[in-house]
Nanobody
């Protein structure tokens, strides 16, 4: 089975930085788009950043200039480097990937979520 495992969340002070990482594993044939979403309490899940297999990235307006998404196609990983964090960035962050896996149609897979808390 395809699995998505995240790491790197935690507590950080305003203005600080964190790096989230996510690795996909299993009978993967190819990974198309990868991305990071977040969900704050009482709010809907929203796209933070996404990146194509070729490396083209797209960001939510709220994180442009502060967050950087990157991926390693050889390692099936996607990272999110977050700088200039503020309390409004507090949320559970989920990685996402559109994967073609062995004996399965192309579909989205999700990580379990990692908590990011920005507070003094």
């Amino acid at each position: 089975q395809v699995q998505m495992v995240e790491s790197g969340g935690g507590l950080v002070q305003p203005g600080g930085s964190l790096k989230l990482s996510c690795t996909a594993s299993g009978p993967i044939i190819v990974i198309n788009d990868m991305g990071w979403y977040r969900q704050a309490p009482g709010k809907q899940r929203e796209l933070v950043a996404e990146i194509t297999r070729g490396g083209s990235a797209n960001y939510a307006d709220s994180v442009k200039g502060r967050f950087t998404i990157s991926r390693d196609n050889a390692k099936n990983t996607v990272d999110l480097k977050m700088n200039g964090l503020n309390p409004e960035d507090t949320a559970v962050y989920y990685c996402n990937a559109r994967i073609w896996a062995l004996r399965s149609p192309v579909r989205d897979y999700w990580g379990q979520g990692t908590q990011v808390t920005v507070s003094s």
